[in-house]
């Protein structure tokens, strides 16, 4: 079963700066396009970045295009996604996400989960 740990969550003030890893297991074997979701208070869970594993093809939301960065490294089994520029509105829990298809298409479809970070910005 793919398992995946989401870290690097915290409070940063408007404008600032955060990281977010995820380590993933499960997808030794097979490749796993890998994601980030996010969900704010009182809205709906809302597609944010992905990228294919192996391909390095990326997808971003409108929202957050050319302020987050989502990348790899494939020695640790790990995807960050680095935040710039941040707003209150990126204020959401933050979740891995990863699917097992064979290629990466839009929209990104999560299938396995993170337990979700929570990422805090204030005004």
């Known amino acids: 079963q793919v398992q995946l740990v989401e870290s690097g969550g915290g409070l940063v003030q408007a404008g600032g700066s955060l990281r977010l890893s995820c380590a993933a297991s499960?997808?030794?074997?097979?490749?796993?396009?890998m994601g980030w979701f996010r969900q704010g208070p009182g809205k709906e869970r809302e597609f944010v970045t992905a990228?294919?594993?192996?391909?390095?093809?990326?997808y971003y939301a409108d929202s957050v295009k050319g302020r987050f960065t989502i990348s790899r490294d494939n020695a640790k089994n790990t995807v960050y996604l680095q935040m710039n520029s941040l707003k209150p509105e990126d204020t959401a829990v933050y979740y891995c996400?990863?699917?097992?298809?064979?290629?990466?298409?839009?929209?990104?479809?999560?299938?396995?989960w993170g337990q979700g970070t929570q990422v805090t910005v204030s005004s």
């Open positions: 499960g997808c030794t074997f097979s490749t796993c396009n």
């Open positions: 996400a990863a699917n097992r298809d064979p290629a990466l298409v839009a929209p990104f479809r999560g299938v396995y």
């Open positions: 990228v294919n594993w192996s391909g390095g093809r990326t």
